[in-house]
């Protein structure tokens, strides 16, 4: 049984800055996670694109933001059990929790955090014949490493801001590009919307509109597709990569059953206060819940876990009063004996 002061179901950005609050009030946290390392969505799904609304960086790929947070928490020894679902709560008499995962590791803790962003994210796949045979073997539903596609022939499917992003990006690695979409107009921001015609004059993507992908190909692998044109039947294209990019399905999982009150597929928490769900003791903070005039930022999440972990420690110390010091003030004391402090100043008389 692990045991620990706050439980995190998720470790994205949200997860991993709860683990430095919690750090400050010198409670120990341990994060549950499906995905197989820290970081969430911005490891798994886009860790090399760019993000320009964290707090004074203009701009940081999501990989990089999830680097620095996990050296921001280095000193607070936070435990991790990756690679594992988050199946069931249960509340014992004395009001703490047991959460289990679908691996059957159990977790004990007084306080749980749900922080799983939108959920567990399956792929929107296109409805094409024998496109399981195909997976991992040419197609991939998102990137990960960019230079897997490094002078390879890649067709990219679908009309949303992933589909422009990554069509721009892999014009300067891959050997060919093909963005195909079933209509003229894309639904993605207009900057990319613009970069991807110019890259279209240039001959650095090959743009196909009115047109979807309707055959692969291919003996051990995928080796070309059949493309149906609207106006001009289909034609046959050689590919090594096919990556139909038609968003992401998330779903609450195992969560939607722990007598949650949800909404929209989201937790319904108390805004006013503390990001409490209606269970006492159970948390949701980041995209994971919904409450009046909620903005699913990363920046966002940030501040519920800050204003959450006050809440946590008064749950957990009933009769001790915490008195916030600023960081400037008190600096960051990690559990490993670790200490980050302003230099003192030594003020001189001159008399």
């Known amino acids: ?30 994060l549950i996670d499906a995905l197989p390392q820290p970081g969430g969505q911005c490891s798994e799904i886009y860790p090399k694109k760019p993000i320009y609304d964290i707090p004074a960086y203009p701009e940081i790929l999501a ?9 921001q928490i280095k000193s607070f020894n936070a435990g991790y059990t990756l ?11 004395d009001g703490t929790f047991i959460v289990t995962t679908n691996k059957g590791t159990k977790h004990h803790a007084p306080v ?20 399981d045979k195909y997976e991992d073997k040419g197609i991939s539903y998102m990137i990960k490493d960019p230079e ?48 991807v015609a110019e890259l279209s004059k240039k001959g650095k993507i090959e743009l196909i509109t009115e047109a979807e992908v309707t055959k692969l190909h291919g003996d051990q692998g995928l080796e070309a597709l ?22 992401l399905s998330p779903k609450l999982g195992p969560i939607g059953d722990w007598g949650l009150e949800i909404e929209k ?10 990001y409490q769900t209606n269970i006492p003791g159970v948390y949701a903070i980041g995209d994971v819940n919904t409450y009046p005039g909620k903005l699913k930022l990363i920046l966002s999440g940030f ?19 915490y008195i916030m010091k600023y960081t400037t003030v008190g600096g960051v004391e990690g559990f490993d004996g670790t200490k980050k402090e302003a230099k003192k100043e030594v003020v001189k008389s001159i008399v």
């Open 83 to 93: 690679g594992e679902r988050a199946e069931t709560l249960d509340k014992l008499e």
């Open 1 to 30: 049984m692990i045991k620990t002061d706050i439980l995190i179901i998720g470790a994205g950005p949200t997860g991993l800055f709860t683990v430095f609050e919690a750090g400050l009030l010198k409670l120990k946290c341990h």
């Open 112 to 131: 749980v955090v749900i922080a799983g962003g939108l959920g567990s994210f399956e792929p929107r796949k296109p409805q094409l014949e024998n496109i």
């Open 303 to 321: 501040h519920e876990a800050a204003v959450m972990c006050q809440s946590a420690y008064q749950r957990i110390f009933p009769n001790k009063k």
């Open 226 to 247: 059949t493309v149906k044109h609207l106006k001009n039947g289909e034609s046959h294209i050689e590919v090594d990569h096919f990556i139909p990019l038609f968003g």
């Open 148 to 195: 897997v596609f490094r002078g390879k022939k890649v067709l990219i499917a679908g009309g949303g801001d992933s589909a422009l992003d990554w069509s721009i990006f892999l014009a300067d690695v891959a050997s060919e590009v093909y963005l195909v979409h079933r209509r003229n107009e894309f639904r993605g921001a207009l900057d990319s919307v613009e970069k």
């Open 63 to 71: 990989g990089d933001l999830v680097k620095n947070l996990l050296e």
């Open 265 to 274: 597929n989201a937790i319904k928490v108390d805004n006013s206060y503390d």
